[in-house]
Each structure stands twice: as C-alpha cells, then as structure tokens.
C-alpha cells in the first residue's frame, strides 16, 4: 500500500506541476521545458504547441488516466474544454498530418476527451492523402515535403491511429496509407525495409522511426482490412528487423541506427523509441494479425526475447555516463515501464508475469527516486553527459517531461490497487499489445471478428 500512494502522490504532484506551467494564448499552451525548475520567465508558444509529442495534445492521454479513478477537479475540466476547442479550430485548415506532431495526433487526444470529435481531424487527413502516402511538413529532410514513413512522423503514425479510433473515415485512410507504405519498402536479401522518408541515407531500424513501427503498422492494418498483402509485407520486415539484429543471450536487440551515429555512446539502447521496448511491438502486432512464426521463431518468443534484453540491460541504473540518462516516455524510464506493463498484463504465465510486473515498478521506484521536490513541485531532470553541467532544464510534456511520467506513476499506483485486470487507457501506437477486454477505448476499423 506504500508503494501504491507513493506511486500516486508523486504522479499526481508532478501533474499539478505541469498544470501550473500552462498558459493561454489562443487556447492552453505549454512551454516545452521550464528555465531553472520555475515557471518564470519569458516563454512564448512553440510552433508544435498543439502536439501529442510536446505541446497540449499530449495531455489528453493523462486526462484519460486520471479519469480512470477519481473526477477531472474544475482546472482539469477547464483544460479539457481548452484542448477540445483548440484541437478541433486547427483541425480544418491542418496540414501536418501525423501522430505525434499533427492531425492523427489530434484525433487520439479529441478521441480521449471528447469522442465523435476525432472526425475533425480524420476527415482533414483522409482529404490530404495522396498516393505515396502524407506531405509532411517537418522539414525532416531538406527542400522536401515528401511523405515520411515512420510512426512518430509519418504514414505509419496515421495508419495506425486510423485503426484506432474506427471512425467512419478509418477504412479510406487505413488503406491509402498501408498502400503507400507498400510502395516505399526497399527490398534488401532478407525481407523489406523502411528508411524515414525518401532521402534517408541511414536506418533507424527500431520502432520510431524504422522498419519496426512500419511493419507493425501493416500487420495492424492488414488485420483490421482483411489485407494478407498488408500482412506479408509485415513479415517481411520482420525478416529484415531480425536479420540486423542479434538473438544472443535469449534476447533480441537491434542497432540504435545503421550505419552507427557518433552521437550515440552506445550502438544499442533499451528504449521505446530506438530499443527492444518498442520494437516488442512488432511482435505483438504480428501475433494480432494471426502470425505465428517468423523465420522460423515464434512471434511470442520473440516478443519475450526484446523484454528479456530490457531485464538484462541494467535499465534504470545510470551505469556509465551516456547510460539511461532519460527517464521519460520517448527514450527512457516512464516508456520502457509502460511496455513491461503492457506485458504484464497480457502474460499467461504466471511466473513470467511476475517477472515483467517487478520489472514495472522497478521503472516506478526509479522514477519516485529521481524526482525532484521544492516548492516549485515535483519534476525531472534529464542529463546530457556530453555538455556541462549535465542536469537539463526539467520537461512539461508526454514524450520528454513530467506530463508522461506522471501518467505512467498514476497508472501504477492504479495497477498496485486493482492487479493485473486494471484497464489500460490504450493508444493508437500500442492498443493491440494489450488484453482486448483491458482497453479502454474499444471502437476499432474493419472485421470485428478479426480484431
């Protein structure tokens, strides 16, 4: 019971430190980090303001938690109102498309606090598709608005919310972008593999941003259409993922990118973005569309094998400079504990699912640990090894700050009181690696027999 109120009174104490930060200035806005832990300062909105990634899209899912055990208090509501409103104005000139930086990103967060508003969004997305998927807007390569791949910035992102949220636009996108997506795959000796976007020199093979995510956006889409292309085309890159990786020590690791970045201290990490903890998704998105074996190994065992690496790995010890420096959703600790307990509750092995249930509140005990608590409330601080001093100036949002640690702290201290039926407040990048009846969102596109 300690470790549930701990869990509890420090997510809910870094969430009212995140709704202090918030301004308003044509609708509610966050600053992406706050100068010194306070609040003061001059700080102006961000161009990604309204993202899921830094901005007040991103808040929409810690609503969504903290519903699932007391009532929204008036400045809660007050700000559910502010991101609907807001949401749903930029949504019918939007032209970023994708989950974690626009419209599909748009459509979870309005799907989350008001449903039926998701449309907005999904109708603006299906409007902008074109046959080789989304323009992006981001810049990420240069002089090109050329669709990206991937599931933090492209097409992959947008199929996978369009089967999420099952509205009656769903189906159109699903298919556009699942058939772009079969266009873009380059075929290498193993199976098929996807770069970021068209001009993409190396590979970030993993789950963001690689052939990971893409793939289990197919095996997602193909199960939700009736697609057995959508699908082979999965394995394929499944093929592909495994063929770069390594298997050893009954784990499965793939590279943080190929060739190596110099600006990584280590080729492998444990992320959710770049690591195992992410890439166990491929797995489980296979197993959903009634795969059962790649290359010969069980796509069950091989999710096992990405979370046995996670176990292995020494996660969340800061075991060397440029070791787990982050304790965030996108590349650290509050990501990796969410997967592990994803995958708790979806183990039908007793003893294994002890394991993976350990290993969660072991994130949630580093977490409560490295908190940092003043007056000014309760935050992290990430480092940055390289630079001095390392301490970076603590985060406000869901993929780099307290609003996403805090939603992985308040689902725990819920877990530790319910056991392992607690619902799970699902999302479009990781709804299939969860028990069915544990979801908390459940209207999904297609065949209902097959999902």
């Not at 009736?226 to 793939?254: E, K, M, P, W, Y």
């Not at 069950?300 to 959703?329: A, H, K, M, Y």
Request: overall charge negative.
């Amino acid at each position: 019971m300690a470790r549930n109120y701990a869990y509890r009174e420090t997510g809910e104490a870094a969430w009212a430190w995140v709704l202090d930060q918030l301004r308003d200035d044509d609708g509610p806005w966050l600053p992406e980090t706050v100068p010194d832990g306070d609040g003061d300062g001059v700080l102006e909105p961000a161009a990604d303001r309204d993202s899921l990634y830094a901005g007040i899209a991103g808040l929409a899912p810690v609503l969504a938690e903290i519903a699932q055990y007391r009532e929204w208090d008036a400045r809660e509501q007050a700000l559910a109102t502010g991101i609907v409103a807001r949401l749903t104005a930029r949504s019918a000139g939007g032209m970023e498309p994708s989950l974690y930086d626009g419209l599909a990103g748009y459509a979870m967060a309005l799907r989350m606090l008001a449903p039926g508003e998701e449309t907005k969004p999904l109708r603006r997305l299906a409007e902008l598709a074109h046959r080789d998927g989304w323009r992006s807007t981001l810049a990420f390569e240069a002089d090109s608005d050329a669709p990206l791949n991937d599931v933090v910035m492209g097409t992959a992102g947008v199929v996978l919310t369009a089967v999420w949220a099952g509205d009656g636009f769903s189906e159109s996108i699903t298919t556009a972008g699942g058939e772009a997506l079969l266009r873009a795959g380059d075929r290498t000796p193993d199976g098929l593999d996807w770069p970021i976007g068209p001009r993409t020199q190396g590979r970030a093979p993993n789950y963001s941003h690689g052939t990971a995510g893409v793939a289990a956006a197919l095996a997602v889409a193909g199960a939700a259409l009736g697609r057995q292309d959508f699908v082979d085309a999965a394995v394929q890159g499944a093929r592909h993922v495994l063929a770069v990786g390594s298997l050893a020590d009954d784990g499965f690791i793939v590279p943080h990118t190929i060739p190596p970045s110099r600006r990584e201290v280590d080729p492998v990490t444990y992320t959710w973005c770049h690591g195992p903890a992410g890439t166990s998704h491929l797995f489980t998105a296979l197993a959903h569309a009634g795969v059962t074996e790649v290359a010969g190994l069980d796509v069950g065992e091989l999710r096992q094998r990405c979370l046995t690496s996670i176990l292995t790995s020494g996660v969340p010890e800061r075991l060397r400079p440029g070791f787990w420096d982050n304790d965030g959703r996108c590349c650290g600790t509050a990501g990796v504990g969410d997967v592990l307990l994803d995958a708790a509750q979806d183990c039908p092995d007793p003893e294994r699912r002890e394991i993976l249930e350990q290993a969660a509140l072991t994130m949630g005990d580093a977490l409560v640990r490295r908190a940092i608590a003043d007056a000014s409330g309760v935050r992290w601080r990430f480092l940055e090894h390289r630079q001095d001093p390392p301490l970076l100036p603590p985060g406000t949002a869901w993929m780099q700050g307290a609003a996403g640690i805090a939603a992985y702290l308040l689902r725990l201290g819920r877990f530790t009181g319910i056991g392992s039926d607690a619902p799970v407040v699902d999302r479009p990048d990781q709804w299939w690696a969860v028990p069915a009846h544990l979801r908390s969102n459940h209207t999904r596109v297609g065949n209902p027999t097959i999902v």
